[in-house]
Structures are given as structure tokens and as C-alpha cells.
């Protein structure tokens, strides 16, 4: 992809040219010229695996990262932690502004979910682009030449391309399109990137008691994260649900019994198990456990007020999943979205299908997650889900029973504690807002939503205890993503968008 010399970049960043000026029709020039380069060096970072644990690969992605915004005429660091080299650094990255009175720190992880190749239609890291999705009848395509025409609704497939590298290809594109046309950034620019957020972001709290003085100029962080809205709108956020977990394993007898024998004799465990998880939610998914919505913190009358405005989407969801009803008589997805929930990700208790015997199994296990609303103390609610167990007449144990604990208790549940952390909400009321509402009008061709909160999980309670500072989530990738499933993708039109956007944002106006 062609490029301006980084020293025309460098005196771009720091002279204050066009000051305030909208990049959206000089970044749309720009993806139009260079469409195809844009495509071609996203599937270049696509290709490199990034699950957190492959420490190698992990690495990989760093450096590439860090040297291609060093390219553009970005100070760039990559930051690790004394005496924990397998830990992915955190990218660093600066940008100062003559004259800026405001500065914006924009944080993306570059990490991804594990991706099992068997259930992908293509290699998870091979990306490949395809004339609208899969489940649409998309056909597989070459990847465009210079100068040829790109179809918004084409889809580009691979790990992470809408969780979450679509951001890091939008921000350099932004950054080439600023250089291009002589428009001068308007804040002081802090990024973040982090290489283990699918993972629950184990040391991020680390690197900020470590690195806190690198970030202590930022007045507010936005993250570069999840989805818009599905009505395709776009939308602005300004919360994130908490997260917890927890595996419940059941005891029935010592070792497996026939069925025809012991059937009527032999408590099963897979059925005790399946009586316990029935007692924690009644028909309609409400969570019977004592307590459990006590700490529910309300929205406040402009939080209301925003969700109230936000468009009706609970039909198409129906439609898009096969759903003939939704939870609780169908009460609206946003409703429910401002509830703690208790989800089964998975059981286990012998095998189903051909390899199924005629036997009585000798364990049966869960694991839940728990995605938890404004208020909720992770531990608290763990406190809650344990002290239901016992009401239903179960012994919990930490580790495996021994002979002893069988025959002393009728009933024994393992319980195994995951980590987790509290839910996020940021004030509407910051002075900022306004700010990013136009620059996201600007961005695309519909009113921008503003969501009190997504359903789904980021660890930014650690921007406001650590660092004392508030976030914003500024989505891009399309709703219909496949995130953190097999073929994922980001349909071409919202990377464009993120493109705009995050030129909007360099250059809005304080």
C-alpha cells in the first residue's frame, strides 16, 4: 500500500493545519483510491493467530502492530511487566498536538477467542471475502485489484475481524487519510492496546499500577469495542455488563452402573443436575435465586430517556435467531439487558449421540456465566448462587469428595469460583458527548442511538478505579458479526464506517 514519507506525516500530527476540519469526505476519497491496499493489509494482521496464550503468536501481533503505526510517525511502545515475560505487552502509543486542550485516550484489544478450524468454513486465519454473508448466500471472492469497485455489503471472514482488529486497520487507515489531505488532528492522542481481553484481562490492572503516569493526562478513554446497533444504526455507548462465572459438579456413585440394574436404586446425577439448574430460573428465564436483582442500580431519568428512544428491534431479533418468543413473554431486549443473568454455557455427565450406554452416570457438570448490571458485586452474586445450592439440601465442597464426604452427604456439589468484575456506566452528562454524537452523525448517514449499556462484558471498572478516568465505548463492527463464534467477519460497509469515525474523532472539535 502506498504511503506518505513519515517525516510529511510527522509534521502533520504536530502542525495545527485545518484545525477542526471534517475528514468524512476526504476519508471516503481516501478508501475509495485505496480500497483494495486497505483490504489487502487488514488480511495481513488477520493472518496472524492471536489467541492470548500463544505467547509466540501474541508476540507477533505486537510487533506488527507496533511498526505499523511507528510507520505513520506514531511514538509507540510496547510495554511489558517486570519478571512476566509470557504476559502480552500492552502497545503504547502517542500522539502529541500543539495547542490541544483535550486528551483522548483510544484503547482495542488485539487478542482473540480460541477458534476451532473444524467448525470454520474456511481456516479462521486465512481471511477471505465473501459477496454478502454465508448465511446469505454469499459467494467466495477474489480480493479486489487497485482501483476496483468494493461492494459495502461484501464480508471479509476471519478471527478477529470485528473483535477486535477491525478498529486497529480503521485507526491507521484515519491516520493515512489525515496525512493525505493535510487535516490536523485537534486532542492529544493516548492509545491502548491489549493482548488479553478474551481472557478477562488478567493483568491490565498491573500494567495500570505499573504504567498509571503514562496515562494520567487522558480525560476520557474510548474503546474500540463490540457492535452497533442492530437496526444498523450506529451508536454510541456508554456502559458495559460485569462478569463472573462458576462450574458445579454433581456426585452420584463411585463408578458407572448399568442402567437396567441399578436404574430406581442409583440416584442419577445428570438428573440432579438438571432439577438444581430448574430451580435457579423459572419458565420464562427469571432467576428465582433469593436476592439475586436486589442490587440492581436503576438508570437514571436521562438514561431513560435514551433507551426509550432507541428503536424497537425485538421482532427482527425473533426472526433473525428462529425464535418463535423471547424470555418473559416476550419483554423487550433492552429490558432484559438491565438484568443480571445466569447463562449455561455448557454440560457435561457421559456422552449423547451414537456413543451413547445404557448406564448410570457417575458425575454430571455445568458451567454459567453470569453477566452482571450496575450494582452487582461479582462476589456477592457467587455468594447468592452457593447459598441456593445449599437450600436445596447440597453439601459444597471445594475439591474431588473423598469416600469419607459420599457417604456422609446424600447430596454433594463442587462448587469451582471464576474471577470476574463489576459492570460499568458513564454519565450522559460528560462535556465530550456532544462531541462524539456529531462526530458519529458525521460519520454515517443515520442519527447516532445512545445505549446506556451493552450486553456484553469489558473490564472498564479498571479505567475508573486505576486510572480515575471515564469511557466511552465507540462501536464499529456489524451486529451479525459471528463474535467469538466460527466464521466471523466484518461487513465492509462498518469497516468504512470505523474509518470515518475514528477520523471524525482525531479531528473533532473540542
Known sequence: MSRLPVIVIVALLLTPLAWGQSIEP??????????AAILSEFRDLLSIPNHGRDTENIFRNAEYIRQQFARRGVEMQLLSLPGQPDVPPLIYGRIDTPGATRTIGIYVHYDGQPADASKWTNAPFEAVLYTRSIEDGGKRREFPEAGETIDPEWRLYGRSTGDDKAPLIALLT??????????AMTSNIRFMFEGEEEMGSPHLGQYFEQYGDKFSDVDVWLICDGPVHQSRRPQIVFGVRGITSLRITVYGASRYLHSGHYGNFAPNPAMMLSQLLASMKDEQGNVL??????????????????LDAVPDIDDQLREEFGLAASENNNESY???LLLPSLNIKGLESATAG?????VIP????????????KGNDPRDMLDLVEAHIREQGYHIVREEPDRKTRLTYPRIAKVTRGSGYRAARTSMDLPIVESLVRAANRASDEEVILMPSLGGSLPLYLFEEKLNTPTIIVPMANHDDNQHAPDENIRIANLWYGIDLLGEILTMRP
Do not use: C, F
Not at 436486589?294 to 436521562?302: I, N
Open 26 to 35: 476526504a476519508a471516503r476519497a481516501y478508501r475509495k483510491a485505496h480500497g
Open 174 to 183: 484515519a491516520l493515512d487519510a489525515l496525512a493525505a489531505s493535510d487535516i
Open 362 to 373: 457417575t458425575t454430571a457438570t455445568v458451567a454459567i456465566d453470569m453477566r452482571l448490571v
Open 334 to 336: 433492552l429490558s432484559r
Open 289 to 306: 435465586i433469593k436476592g439475586y436483582y436486589d442490587s440492581v442500580e436503576p438508570l437514571s431519568a436521562r438514561e431513560q430517556a435514551a
Open 354 to 358: 451414537p456413543t451413547a450406554r445404557n
